[in-house]
């Protein structure tokens, strides 16, 4: 598959990332504090299976790694918040069809050696070394929904705290040193514009607390 087309895939991934962010934004900026709607878990799982589809097709485990890891937690927000059942029935058969198919895909028609995914070849044009710190920028990045779906289920709502938002900003911080070094202008369009949004967040967040 030709750059510019798999450029595209991972752009529309970003587009329903920065659309939850946004979203997200604006209503806590008119509520004056930090606000988790719905759309916001409905957009991220489309946005996964979109961004997990491009990770694969740029061979980089780093960025499939990091969707496979919070996908559920995604799944489970929907459900604290009681929008799950009551969602269309189009996308609860994405999301639990997209798993399924991928992996008879990856078991029967076209088998992923995910050893290659991880340590690259030299045709990749990545070193290990940078793999390894995109992974690293990843399991923070991802650790911010660990966090938070650890928080959701002890107070059993569903929030985006503002330690979320600062872990956010860390991960974001080590991806853009990574997209810069991998040349990947989709990580890096996406990573440094959402940092933007996640210091307004921890603004919000600071001066709901006062």
């Known amino acids: 598959m030709k750059d510019w087309m798999i450029y595209s895939i991972g752009f529309t991934a970003q587009l329903f990332f920065a659309s ?3 979203i997200q934004w604006f209503k806590s900026e008119k509520a004056e504090k930090l606000k988790t709607p719905v759309i916001f878990w409905k957009l ?3 946005g996964a299976i979109v961004f997990f589809v491009y990770g694969y097709l740029r061979r980089d485990f780093s960025i499939m790694l990091g969707q496979a890891i919070i996908y559920v937690i995604y799944i489970r927000n ?3 918040q ?3 059942r009551a969602s269309s029935i ?4 994405l999301v639990i069809g997209f798993p399924i198919l991928f992996t008879a895909y990856a078991l029967i028609w076209s088998p992923v050696n995910f050893v290659l995914l991880f340590t690259q070849s030299e045709d990749a044009g990545i070193a290990t070394w940078l793999m390894s710190v995109g992974v690293i920028g990843q399991i923070v990045y991802t650790g911010r929904f660990i966090y938070q779906w650890v928080i959701a289920e002890n107070k059993q709502q569903s929030d985006l705290p503002i330690n ?3 872990i956010s900003l860390v991960g974001s911080a080590i991806l853009i040193f990574y997209a810069i070094i991998r040349k990947d202008p989709v990580l890096f369009a996406s990573h440094a514009g959402g940092s933007v949004i996640y210091l307004r ?3 919000i ?3 709901a607390e006062k």
């Not at 189009?90 to 058969?93: I, R, V, Y």
């Open 164 to 166: 979320f938002w600062v």
């Open 20 to 22: 939850r962010i946004i």
């Open 90 to 93: 189009f996308l609860k058969a």
């Open 78 to 80: 929907l459900q604290l």
């Open 201 to 203: 967040n921890i603004y």
């Open 205 to 207: 967040g600071r001066q």
């Open 44 to 46: 991220s799982l489309i």
């Open 82 to 84: 009681k929008k799950w």
